[in-house]
């Protein structure tokens, strides 16, 4: 069983950044891709970015709604995958979430597919 705490979130105005943390912990962190997904009042649960354990090194994939200014870095040493949000807009307020799964490739942009989640920590970005 791999539990997730994710930290970071907060409030902050139009156009600054903001870095949200994943911590995993009680699995084999490296095995599994982990990934970041948003959830608005409302809305879907939207994908965000994921880092995906690749040879050598790992994958990374971002949304539409945030390319070009979120950045997902992953450290299998310490257990850890990093958001890094910049030019942050009102529309990426919502729950960010931080999850682990395994899944074939084609499915890492379905929330379906993920196993653990993290309790989701909140970002609120004022006009």
């Known amino acids: 069983q791999m539990q997730l705490i994710e930290s970071g979130g907060g409030s902050v105005q139009a156009g600054a950044s903001l870095r949200l943390s994943c911590v995993a912990s009680?699995?084999?962190?490296?095995?599994?891709?982990i990934s970041w997904f948003r959830q608005a009042p409302g809305k879907e649960r939207e994908f965000v970015a994921t880092a995906a354990n690749s040879l050598g090194g790992y994958r990374t994939y971002t949304g539409d709604s945030v390319q070009g200014r979120f950045t997902i870095s992953r450290d299998n040493s310490r257990n850890t995958v990093t958001l890094q949000m910049d030019m942050l807009k009102p529309e990426d307020t919502a729950v960010y979430y931080c999850a682990s799964g395994k899944m074939i490739a084609s499915e890492r942009r379905n929330h379906r597919s993920y196993r653990h989640w993290g309790q989701g920590t909140q970002v609120t970005v004022s006009s």
């Open positions: 009680g699995s084999t962190f490296r095995e599994y891709t």
